[in-house]
């Protein structure tokens, strides 16, 4: 027995589906045309999350239309995507900036405040 997708749903996902698509390409274009490596950082840290979270959306409406499962399966790699995305970014950041720093690269980002510069 199949059951046809309306087209209400059908539309939605597709949509969903495309904005995700579209959100993940432009986090990957801010990669490869921002200047630094810091830079680069952002752009596709926010396109693959807001990206993933279009196409997983899309899923959902698509799977709880059709009946086929329950969306458990979306919400957990929701779950980890937001989880582990921010995690890599800032563990990147710390080894990048490490790696500068001890080179004494100018390419490293000024510090908004510290103490010592405060007291000196």
Known sequence: MTMDLPVWAALLTGFLVLLGAGL?????????????????MHAPTLGSTWGTAGILLGSIVFFSVMQS?????????AAFVTATTP???MLLA?????????????????????HQEDAG
Do not use: K, N, Q, W
């Not at 993940?24 to 680069?40: C, H, N």
């Not at 499962?69 to 790699?77: A, F, S």
């Open 87 to 89: 995690v890599t970014l």
């Open 24 to 40: 993940t390409l432009i986090g990957t274009i801010g990669l490869l045309r921002l200047p630094s490596f810091y830079e680069r």
């Open 69 to 77: 499962r329950p969306i458990l399966h979306e919400v957990l790699i």
């Open 94 to 114: 710390r080894a990048a900036l490490y790696r500068d720093r001890t080179e004494g690269s100018t390419a490293v980002p000024r510090r908004f405040s510290s």
